[in-house]
Structure formats: C-alpha cells, structure tokens
C-alpha cells in the first residue's frame, strides 16, 4: 500500500532553516510528483511545490521563491523540503503529497510540525 | 497566484443538501478540468474526495458530487450525514503551479 512517512517535529529559531524528509514506498517512486502543502494553525491549505523524482525539476510557489528547496534520494525514495531563513509565520504543519498529472493529490503523509520560536 | 475563494462556512440538517463554491479564474478552475477537493477533519491529514471536477475516488459515497460552470467549481453533499461535519477544500491545477482555497467549514446541524 501506499505511504508516505514525514520526519518528526521541528523547532527553531526564527532566521533559522529546516529540512523535513518524506519517505515513499507502496509504489515507483519515480512514477508521480511529490508536492508539499503546509498548514498553520487553524488556517488552510497552502500549496509550497513539488519535485519530479524522476529527474529532480522542482517547481515553487511564488511566496516561496528563494527560500525553499526540494531535493529527492531516488536510492531511498524520499524527497527533502528545506525551507530557510524561517520566520514565526513559518510557525505551520508541513504535509508531503503525492500528485497526479491533472493536478490531485492522493495519498498524503501524516505531517510534521514546525515551530519556530525565539 | 491567488488562493481560490470559498465561502468559509456552510451548514445543513442531517438528510439535506449543501452545496459550497470555489471560485478562481481562467488560469485556473476556469482553464482547466483539474478540481479537485478535499475533507479535513480536525487533528487529520486531508482526504481527496472529487478529481478532475467530477470524478469520486473508490470509496468516497456517491453523496459527494462536483460540478464546474466557467471560473467557478462547487462540490455538492447529497443527504447530509454527521460525520460529513468537517472543512473542505477546492484546489486548482494552475499550469506548473497548484491552488488552494480557504477552506470551508461544514456544519452538520
């Protein structure tokens, strides 16, 4: 079956960056987008980008340009999210995804909380 | 890119419809046939309950519909049941890009 399993929480100093991993199995890893949607606190769904395992292209949303960067490990099917220069408004829980061409997502992971505080 | 807008709250009585709307623009729900949306109950991770605007994933009841007219998509409950209480959100393929909206809280009275 299909899972994605996300590291454990974070905490960190506002200037600060943070690297989340989220590891695929249950399916080729190569074969679908990852993407990573983040949630603060009693907020909604932000899309932050996605990553091609087969390849590495990323593609990010505009509020996150320059800061964020999504890699991937084709060896142990996981993709990494670091996000930097981290902010209190960064303060949020970061879900993988797994993505269709047509834009869905199916399978998500259980999230990783990120808190960052002085 | 702009988040897509949805009313932030609905509600109904058990066994009544709710429809909620999504609406975006022609670089998104309007340029293509990619919505999609999504149940999150508190403490969860979200759950795709309608793609590609219309279709329902196995397993999701046949109370849950989509539909899409222009720049505006609406995910309707048929025949609302309890644990339909929950948020729901639309989202949007945006070319290279995907869009949320900001969520809508569904009350099941």
């Known amino acids: 079956q299909v899972q994605l399993v996300q590291s454990g929480a974070e905490v960190k100093k506002p200037g600060a960056a943070v690297k989340l991993s989220c590891k695929a199995s249950?399916?080729?890893?190569?074969?679908?987008?990852l993407h990573w949607v983040r949630q603060a606190p009693g907020q909604g769904l932000e899309w932050m980008g996605r990553?091609?395992?087969?390849?590495?292209?990323?593609s990010y949303a505009q509020n996150f340009q320059g800061r964020l960067t999504m890699t991937r490990d084709t060896s142990t099917s996981t993709v990494y999210m670091e996000l930097s220069s981290l902010r209190s408004e960064d303060t949020a829980l970061y879900y993988c995804?797994?993505?269709?061409?047509?834009?869905?997502?199916?399978?998500w992971g259980q999230g990783t909380l990120v808190t960052v505080s002085s | 890119q702009s988040a897509l807008t949805q009313p932030p709250s609905a509600s109904g009585s058990p066994g009544q419809s709710v429809t909620i709307s999504c609406a975006g623009t022609?670089?998104?729900?309007?340029?293509?046939?990619?919505v999609s949306w999504y149940q999150q109950h508190p403490g969860k991770a979200p759950k795709l309950m309608i793609y590609?605007?219309?279709k329902r994933p196995s397993g999701v009841p046949d109370r849950f519909s989509g539909s899409k007219s222009g720049n505006t998509a609406s995910l309707t409950v048929s025949g609302l049941q309890p644990e339909d209480e929950a948020d729901y959100y639309c989202?949007?393929?945006?070319?290279?890009?995907?869009?949320f909206g900001g969520g809508t809280k569904l009350t099941v009275l």
């Open positions: 022609s670089s998104d729900v309007g340029g293509y046939n990619f």
């Open positions: 990553i091609n395992p087969s390849g590495g292209s990323t």
């Open positions: 249950g399916y080729t890893f190569t074969s679908y987008y």
């Open positions: 995804a797994r993505g269709y061409n047509s834009g869905y997502f199916d399978y």
């Open positions: 590609e605007v219309i």
């Open positions: 989202s949007s393929f945006a070319g290279d890009k995907r869009v």
